[in-house]
């Protein structure tokens, strides 16, 4: 076994915890800004312990935001980005289980053509389709609109090509057991398809709602006024390049309440999100 | 509950493989029919096609009084057992057996009901808040028989469903299907490859082969007469002797146009004498397998190569390469055209 002398175990441990300190560390530095008073900040030399502001902070940045961004309080800005990022995640799970299903369990004419018409899309990210996607968005009224934010970054080939690799893996036999027992299609997909795909679902969701939450480029474009913004672009906004413009513990208390969700997200769906990936058992 | 009729039906699949040439099976009310013969001959087709999950290309089948060409399978009155079972891995055993009936909206007393009826019939009384992961492959078996009988129907239909449990539970699992259907009652289609299966269980044998039925009727006369070469050497086991009457010394008259010459090993002779007539034919021994209470011998002929089995009661010492004279008596003869069809 590797790692079974006593020095072994002492060197794999320090390499882990050096590699911990080195990713944490900008975290811990995040969270201690977070509860200082901004001039304490940028004076050097910067300080390394928490501070006496916590409260006072966080609750300006929840209530009343950074005053440069117009006023927009952060818990409008979390609203909004919980709001996209679950649309994403639901609405990209819900469109690729069912054209999945429909795929893998029916024959209609044009199935092949279709499925390559969505394989084919997965060579178009959003970025390559953005001009053509932001003038439909325009003409339909959409900018500034949690619609507007959804819609576009919703198809997805790759869950669509998830689903339908594992509804492959379903024997024909329970498909055709289920149809001896009289389920119908929709039975069938409700009492079958949907237990059966839980542990890849919540695998997806939780990476899916990562996505959401950390979309940058097109809530950049679809959004024009502040409160409409995600928080991840008034994060970029709040920061300005004169830096004594910059409400740095405003900006700090603003990142740690941006981290939380997703982390939360993580945490609670760990368990359904590990056996998602790992599970090969039916 | 229902006869079970099957005529001139054919399965044509789109590239223009013919999987079933014509078949016409008569079941009747109560019967235990198996179907049997080698992978590819179309007998779990066939099958498919009564359950309807095949299509039809060209004839008929009726259950009961009904024709359910149309008919979809939830609609036709039967039950499935599967190979692989096909449980629903995420439902409790319960679940597994109560679904097709919830699915038919019976009610939920009549369905509590049914399903621990089944259970105790199973013996699966204490199984019923497991899920299928957790079953052995025996209890998994059951849970499927469970499934089909809950469902009260008017025909069983058994798709190899013996074939993944070991030698020793099949057995128990055979005798046990042969007296569930005979208590129940209900007409039963039943696809194996294993003819030791389709011997014990069938009430109508019927063996397949290339699409066709080669012969159908009762077991054992199938055993004592097979109508063809094919029957001859499927049926059985150890397959029954095929040798050329021309290799061998007969005494008696040789039916016109003979072309081969069987025997089953049971019925050759090793000492002795055989009765008045019958055959002779000189073998070198291969090896001897003993089973147990009998031992089979593996011998060829020099004259014409052809493999011969004969058993032998208790245990046979002899050395390979011992030179044997094999003998069978006239009357356990069987005779074949050049067609292979028995004269």
């Known amino acids: 076994m590797i790692g079974d002398s006593r020095w072994g175990i002492r060197l794999a441990h320090a390499i882990l915890i050096l590699g911990i300190v080195v990713v944490a560390f900008p975290l811990y530095y995040v969270f201690i800004a977070s509860t200082h008073a901004g001039p304490d900040i940028v004076r050097p030399p910067m300080p390394l312990t928490p501070g006496g502001h916590l409260v006072e902070n966080y609750r300006a940045a929840f209530f009343e935001g950074a005053a440069n961004l117009g006023g927009v309080p952060v818990w409008r800005l979390l609203f909004n980005t919980a709001v996209m990022a679950l649309g994403i995640a639901v609405g990209k799970i819900v469109i690729s289980i069912t054209s999945a299903y429909a795929i893998v369990f029916f024959r209609f004419p044009g199935r092949m053509v279709f499925f390559w018409i969505i394989f084919v899309t997965l060579m178009l990210p959003v970025e390559v389709r953005i001009l053509p996607t932001y003038k439909v968005m325009v003409d339909l009224n959409l900018i500034d609109t949690y619609t507007g934010l959804i819609l576009p970054l919703i198809a997805s080939a790759t869950a669509t090509l998830l689903f339908r690799q594992f509804f492959l893996t379903i024997p024909g036999e329970l498909v055709e057991a289920a149809r001896i027992d009289g389920a119908g299609p929709f039975r069938f997909f409700k009492d079958i398809l949907l237990p059966l795909s839980r542990s890849n679902i919540a695998a997806l969701f939780v990476i899916l709602f990562i996505y959401g939450w950390t979309q940058y480029l097109w809530p950049l474009l679809m959004t024009n006024r502040a409160e409409m913004n995600t928080i991840v672009i008034a994060l970029r906004k709040m920061v300005s390049f004169v830096d004594h413009g910059t409400p740095w513990h405003i900006v700090m208390a603003t990142c740690v309440l941006a981290i939380l969700p997703p982390v939360l997200v993580v945490v609670l769906m760990q368990r359904a999100f590990v056996r998602g990936l790992v599970e090969t058992e039916k | ?343």
């Not at chain 2, 058993?311 to 390979?320: D, F, L």
């Open chain 2, 1 to 343: 509950m229902a006869e079970v009729d099957l005529k001139a039906v054919r399965k044509r699949y789109p590239n223009g493989l013919e999987a079933v040439k014509g078949v016409s099976i008569a079941i009747p009310d109560k019967a235990l029919c198996v179907l049997v013969g080698p992978s590819g001959c179309g007998k779990s087709t066939l099958l498919r096609m009564v359950a309807g999950l095949e299509t039809i290309s060209e004839g008929e089948i009726s259950i009961g009084d009904r024709m359910v060409n149309q008919v979809s399978p939830t609609d036709r009155d039967i039950a499935m057992v599967f190979q692989n079972y096909a449980l629903y891995p995420h439902m409790k055993v319960y679940d597994n057996m109560a679904y097709g009936l919830r699915n038919r909206g019976t009610p939920r007393a009549e369905i509590d009901r049914r399903v621990r009826e089944a259970a105790a019939t199973l013996e699966l009384g204490h199984l019923l808040d497991r899920r299928p992961r957790e079953l052995s492959g025996g209890q998994r078996q059951r849970v499927a028989m469970g499934r089909a009988i809950v469902r009260q129907p008017k025909v069983f239909l058994f798709d190899e469903p013996l074939s993944n449990l070991d030698a020793k539970l099949r057995g128990q699992m055979r005798v046990e299907i042969k007296r569930l259907q005979r208590e129940l009652g209900v007409t039963s289609l039943y696809v194996t490859h294993d003819q030791l299966e389709a011997m014990t269980l069938a009430d109508l044998l019927v063996v397949m082969n290339a699409g066709e039925v080669e012969q159908a009727g009762d077991p054992l006369e199938i055993y004592e007469k097979p109508a063809s070469l094919f029957v001859a050497g499927f049926i059985g086991a150890p397959p029954m002797n095929l040798v050329d009457p021309a290799s061998a010394e007969l005494v008696g008259p040789i039916p016109a146009g003979a072309a081969t010459l069987g025997f089953r090993p049971e019925d050759a002779i090793l000492d002795g004498f055989a009765s008045e007539g019958g055959l002779k034919i000189r073998a070198i021994l291969d090896g001897v397998e003993p089973v147990g209470a009998e031992s089979y011998l593996h011998a060829h002929a020099p004259a014409g190569g052809a493999r011969m089995i004969v058993r032998t009661a208790g245990r046979a010492r002899m050395e390979p390469g011992t030179a044997l004279e094999i003998r069978a008596p006239a009357e356990k003869l069987h005779w074949f055209d050049a067609a292979g069809r028995r004269i």
